[in-house]
């Protein structure tokens, strides 16, 4: 994919970075001439020698742990004495019934998704603040537009990750700071979505079935690729997007639209 942005000199934040849609953001902002930090709980061989020719930088985080989060954050600003961007895309899915969700997977969740979207905001607006604004993009899903029947938790997270996104954006545009987030249906090659194939029964009824489920998706008999998502947040943390700010833009082919007629 083409990157068409220019972030020459920027400083950029992608958590959950190693893979999926954070590591196709965070190549594809570094391509695009940012300082790219990544902020992860584990790091890949794989990555090892993109990163290295991109200079991206790989830290340790957990974004549940509200010290490790200011300390990415503090060395990014220790380094270049701003952020620019930042990207909220730690996540992780839940897929089970309310009455079988134990206390800990609920926090589990929970805190991967919507408090680790919080801890960085927190931190990085603190710097934004003082340096002229910034812009931050956090990954929420289509099941923060419309409640799902089969991951209700995951879904409730990522709909409190819109409102976040919404409340930040209106409290923060007189300081020039931009918050938006991006809304993806089923992409392939992430984490999350290796992990749902590798528990299926039959993998490839599932794939066939997440294709289906969105209309574009089954017109192109694919899913999503993170590239995708990927130059969909480059674009809400670029200059060409400088009046969107509390937006939630879908990229889901159609899926969170509404319902189809039987049969199709």
Partial sequence: MTNQYHFDGQTAI???GCNGIGRATAIMLAEAG???FVGDMKHLEENKETFSRLGIVEVMCDVRQESQVQALIEQVVDQYG?????????GIGLVKQIHQVTEAE????IDTNL???FLGCKHAIKYML?????SIVNTASNAGLLPRAHDPVYSISKHAVVAL???????????NIRINCVCPGPVSETGMMNDDLDNAADPDVLTQSMIGASPIAAANKRMIRPEEVASAICYLASKDALMVSGSALRI?????LGVLPQGK
């Fill in 106 to 109: 609920w926090d589990a969740c």
């Fill in 252 to 256: 889901d082919g159609g899926k969170s």
């Fill in 130 to 134: 003082t340096t002229g604004g910034g």
């Fill in 82 to 90: 701003r952020i620019n961007i930042l990207v909220n895309n730690a």
């Fill in 34 to 36: 940012a300082h790219v």
């Fill in 14 to 16: 992608v958590t959950g």
């Fill in 165 to 175: 996104t919404e409340s930040l954006g209106l409290c923060h545009g007189k300081d």
């Fill in 115 to 117: 408090k680790g979207t």
